[in-house]
């Protein structure tokens, strides 16, 4: 059975990575679900919101993504994750996701290593390509740019 991923993070991101990877992974819906945390949500709620999540998932098995280290949604994550069944890794990212989709028939501790490896992989600068900084040839007046 697959390991169930909940994404916990302040709104909107936790439904946007959530509807941005059933994109890809449509037939995921059911094993990977979201909580988006709102600024003035209580604490006490937000915990009590995960803890259906979790049980919504029906997963042996859980990886827990949350934004950031320190802040509300880690917080209460850290409060729910048991590190058996459970994991919980912060500054979850769109390639961190994809990749736990994809692998998530693997078993918790090799999901954790790709969520990692996956998420500090695709950081990385972009070089500028060169269409954007040579000049158009004046003799050109037909082209247009359309830009949006």
């Given amino acids: 059975m697959n390991t169930g991923i909940l994404i916990i993070a302040h709104a909107p991101l936790a439904s946007a990575l959530r509807e941005c990877v059933l994109h890809v992974y449509p037939e995921s819906a059911a094993g990977v679900l979201a ?3 709102h600024a003035n949500d209580a604490t006490e709620a937000t915990h009590q919101a995960v803890i259906r999540l979790l049980e919504q998932l029906r997963a042996p098995n859980t990886l827990v993504l ?3 280290f320190g802040a509300t949604p880690c917080n209460v994550a850290q409060k729910v ?4 069944h459970s994991r919980l890794v912060a500054g979850v990212n769109l390639p961190m996701l994809l990749r736990t989709v994809n692998y998530r028939h693997e078993n918790l501790d090799v999901l954790v290593a790709r ?34």
């Fill in 35 to 37: 909580l988006d945390v």
């Fill in 115 to 148: 969520a990692l490896s996956g998420g500090a992989q695709c950081i990385m600068q972009v070089a500028v390509t060169a269409p954007q900084n040579q000049s158009r040839k004046s003799h050109d007046q037909n082209h247009h740019d359309h830009q949006q």
């Fill in 81 to 84: 994750v048991d590190g058996v």
């Fill in 66 to 68: 949350t934004d950031v």
